[in-house]
């Protein structure tokens, strides 16, 4: 395919980025430490780090790593903390250490942590200590060989009522002790030196979210990061203010792959103040400290947009500085995004990416009018080719599988190869599962994940469009589309919905509503209303539960 989405990049967007621009991403680091020291690089709590007090951190904390624990190139170290402080100082410091960072959930079971640790072979773990009742369940059963133990307040000015640590963790010790002692290693001669980082190496392991079979670890190296944060930079030049500290909220969690690149390295790349929010469901403490900060970047998901939008207080904020809005994660509802232009005066942009690409692929461009309903352009340096079973290119404007290159693009999972020939092409494309099309113009849109699409006698039933509709009735919060088993069509379209508190929405109504705007096939049979959906760690729907629940609900 041609690259006919060059043409509609706005003025002084580069078609092409330099993925070596940095050797790594601890390059990338060192040089903006260097020219923004100063500068505020982290809040959270009230408590604030420059970028030089995080670089020192950071360098305690590898120092730690590399002579108190021994740990060595290529290690794994699983960080299991929510968006606190101390995550950025110890991944950046594994980093420097020269570790592979093993991003793990803190609200996981203990099944999934025990299976996380083991498939990494971790060798130690950062722990919040409101998790280590779970990671002592399992801690004996993994190869963890050491646990470092961190409350929420260690490196904050005001302090709280400490949490209680499990018994049975492997060789615990305080997170503020191991920046104790890697201050005094730092310098010592028997601490082993940084080592060389290049741009091949693993940074990440990053854990997909396991919706066919176990989770694998996508590896995703030290130029993958760097060409994705070089990519989020291009693709928003018009926006970008290089030399004006720019304020990030961050309220998915850095240990997922979207706010680590999109918040947490390019918040660095730019010299930004990132405001890490710890709790986002919390939507009312939330917008008490978003009213604290004139702020121009947030990304998130619909679930957290519309959360924002029903939440008193959210309207009256001060907006004036706001440039960037960034959806992504899951499908973005016409309804949330006309919804937020209105409210904030900033145009919703969707972007789309996988774990296994570091992760954007595709973004809007800025200056757009309005919500596209689609998920934008490739970004500079990427290929989008949608193709069909066979993995013959379709014709513009037909569905297939999107298929993608580029620089941000892993080589492949974790100790499973035969996992990573399976989403590679013979010509060097990774396989996304996920189903879309491309326009004339280049711009891309995700009709649907191929396990979620539903036939209802033979017809193609995509849920996103179901939801988009459905989501624009008055009266539903929140909704979920879902086939479910039907001994007439095969399937049928069910729909799971949250209604909003004394709105008088009833079943009948929404299926009347979607009836004017879906072809008869399309039309949800069955609607059921349901208190809450299930959610992934991000806020992203999950239909597989609302699949398995379904025989459940009332």
């Known amino acids: 395919m041609n690259k006919i989405w060059l043409a509609q990049y706005p003025p002084g967007v580069p078609h092409e980025i330099d993925p070596d621009a940095y050797p790594s991403l601890t390059a990338l680091l060192d040089a903006r430490v260097a020219e923004f020291a100063e500068r505020t690089a982290l809040s959270s709590f009230g408590t604030e780090l420059t970028y030089a007090q995080l670089d020192a951190h950071a360098a305690a904390f590898g120092a730690y790593l590399r002579r108190d ?159 994705n944060v070089m990519q989020n930079y291009a693709a928003f030049l018009p926006l970008n203010q290089r030399y004006t500290q720019e304020i990030y909220i961050t309220a998915l969690p850095l240990y997922h792959i979207y706010a680590l690149t999109s918040n947490c390295f390019s918040a660095i790349n730019k010299g930004a103040l990132n405001v890490l929010i710890s709790n986002p469901r919390d939507l009312a403490a939330f917008v008490a400290e978003l009213k604290r900060w004139r702020f121009t970047y947030i990304t998130g998901v619909t679930t957290l947009y519309n959360g924002l939008l029903n939440t008193p207080g959210f309207a009256d904020l001060d907006f004036s500085s706001l440039r960037l809005s960034v959806a992504g994660g899951m499908a973005l509802t ?129 849920p996103n469009e179901v939801e988009d509709v459905a989501a624009s009735c008055e009266g539903v919060l929140e909704c979920a589309c879902i086939g479910v088993p039907d001994d007439t069509s095969g399937e049928a379209v069910a729909l799971c919905v949250v209604p909003k508190p004394g709105c008088g929405v009833t079943p009948d109504g929404i299926r009347a509503w979607c009836r004017t705007r879906l072809t008869a096939y399309k039309v949800p049979t069955r609607v059921r209303f349901v208190t809450a959906l299930p959610k992934s760690n991000v806020g992203k729907i999950l239909r597989r539960e609302l699949r398995a629940q379904w025989s459940g609900l009332d």
């Open 69 to 227: 624990l021994q740990l060595c190139k290529g290690d794994r170290l699983a960080l299991f903390l929510p968006n606190l402080l101390q995550y950025p100082i110890a991944m950046l410091g594994a980093l420097r250490a020269g570790l592979i960072v093993v991003n793990v959930n803190p609200l996981y079971t203990p099944r999934e942590l025990a299976y996380q640790l083991n498939d990494a072979d971790a060798a130690a773990i950062v722990a919040w200590a409101d998790a280590t009742p779970t990671l002592a369940e399992v801690a004996r059963q993994t190869p963890i060989r050491c646990t470092i133990v961190t409350q929420t307040d260690d490196l904050l000015a005001a302090k709280r009522t400490p949490r209680p640590v499990a018994a049975g963790l492997v060789n615990p010790v305080g997170f503020n002790d191991a920046l104790t002692r890697g201050r005094d290693a730092e310098h010592a001669a028997e601490t082993p030196p940084r080592p060389t980082l290049a741009g091949a190496d693993v940074a990440f392991l990053q854990y997909t979210g396991g919706t066919t079979g176990f989770s694998k670890g996508a590896m995703l190296t030290h130029r993958n990061l760097v060409a």
């Open 334 to 462: 016409t309804a949330v995004a006309e919804r937020w232009q209105a409210v904030t005066g900033c145009v919703l942009l969707e972007g789309y990416g996988l774990s296994e690409t570091a992760p954007t692929l595709t973004v809007n461009p800025p200056g757009i009018a309005k919500h596209t309903s689609t998920v934008g352009l490739p970004i500079p340096s990427t290929e989008i080719s949608i193709r069909d079973e066979a993995g013959v290119e379709v014709p513009v404007g037909e569905p297939g599988e999107i298929c993608a290159c580029g620089p941000q693009v892993m080589p492949g999972y974790w100790r499973r190869e035969d996992a990573t020939r399976a989403v590679m092409t013979g010509d060097g494309f990774f396989r996304t599962g996920d189903i879309g099309t491309m326009d004339q113009k280049g711009f891309v849109t995700i009709v649907d994940r191929k396990k979620d699409l539903i036939v209802v006698s033979g017809f193609n039933v995509y």
